[in-house]
């Protein structure tokens, strides 16, 4: 099979379209010519995925799965398929495959540290401000397909779309080669500063984290209340709830608001970050 036959069959496979003669939809996160012909679609997307791949360091034997990786929903939306075949299901595979290669290099790097301070530096690692970070470095946000009107409004910038497709290219390695390259590509790109990241106190701030997970899934942010305040004038204790939908995701307590509240947000995110599925969207 020659090299055109080669990029033909990935355009039709990772683009749904019947051939790959017609015009690339309006989704297409690659900014082509109007008179751009359906070749050179399909030699745009070709590289689109070659530039991918040397980012990664990883080399995929199918194509189909790198290109699913990189096929955010508002894309699939405009073009009509189905939402299965966004980056989504990549994404829930990559986040266990992350957070099994972290807990494992923190078992062995932290051997004095208490199951409760690996959950912690866990949690700072894979966070969502962490793996858009390590989206941004290698320009992830070029390379994903997404519609235009998402792009427009900011979309290859935006956070919670660069961390979800670095977990659905982790998920995509993993089906492709294994564990093992899997485990390559996250201490190349997510784990090598796992240092500095541990020491950042920006990444400590469970609240804005959470409202950041929370609202770029639901459009709805999350909930604070003060549920009592116990002790005299000077020695104070604050009890906080966080809630979502009516749920209570964690209760915090401390000598001021702020401090209850920060405590909250920690408790919430790990019961959230533990089971992304846990949450229902409010209009389900």
């Known amino acids: 099979m020659g090299l055109k036959d080669s990029i033909q069959q990935v355009l039709a496979k990772i683009s749904g379209a019947p051939s790959v003669t017609a015009e690339l939809p309006e989704s297409s996160g690659l900014e082509l010519a109007p008179s751009a012909t359906g070749q050179q679609d399909a030699a745009e997307i070709?590289?689109?995925?070659?530039?991918?791949?040397?980012?990664?360091?990883?080399?995929?034997?199918?194509?189909?799965?790198?290109?699913?990786?990189?096929?955010?929903?508002?894309?699939?939306?405009?073009?009509?398929?189905?939402?299965?075949q966004s980056n989504e299901r990549l994404e829930f595979l990559g986040d266990a495959v992350l957070g099994l290669v972290a807990n494992e290099e923190l078992?062995?790097?932290?051997?004095?540290?208490?199951?409760?301070?690996?959950t912690k530096m866990k949690s700072l690692l894979v966070c969502g401000a962490h793996l858009s970070e390590v989206a941004v470095e290698f320009d992830l946000g070029a390379n994903i397909r997404m519609s235009r009107s998402e792009a427009a409004t900011g979309g290859r910038q935006r956070s919670s779309i660069l961390a979800d497709t670095t977990e659905a290219l982790i998920g995509a390695v993993y089906l492709d080669g294994g564990l093992s390259p899997a485990r390559e590509v996250i201490k190349r790109l997510v784990l090598k500063?796992?240092?500095?990241?541990?020491?950042?106190?920006?990444?400590?701030?469970?609240?804005?984290?959470?409202?950041?997970?929370?609202?770029?899934?639901?459009?709805?942010?999350?909930?604070?209340?003060?549920v009592k305040v116990d002790g005299p004038d000077h020695n104070r204790v604050f009890q906080v709830s966080v809630s979502f939908n009516g749920e209570v995701l964690g209760l915090?307590?401390?000598?001021?608001?702020?401090?209850?509240?920060?405590?909250?947000?920690?408790?919430?995110?790990?019961?959230?970050?533990?089971?992304?599925?846990?949450?229902?969207?409010?209009d389900a």
């Open 107 to 118: 078992y062995h790097r932290y051997p004095d540290r208490s199951e409760g301070d690996l």
């Open 252 to 282: 915090g307590e401390g000598r001021n608001k702020k401090t209850a509240e920060q405590q909250a947000a920690r408790l919430a995110l790990e019961k959230v970050e533990s089971d992304p599925e846990h949450l229902e969207t409010p």
């Open 46 to 84: 070709a590289a689109n995925l070659s530039a991918v791949e040397v980012k990664l360091g990883y080399e995929f034997r199918d194509q189909t799965l790198l290109g699913n990786a990189l096929l955010h929903r508002s894309h699939i939306h405009v073009t009509g398929q189905d939402r299965e």
């Open 193 to 226: 500063s796992a240092e500095a990241v541990l020491e950042r106190r920006s990444l400590r701030n469970y609240k804005s984290r959470l409202q950041e997970l929370i609202q770029s899934r639901y459009k709805s942010p999350p909930r604070y209340k003060v």
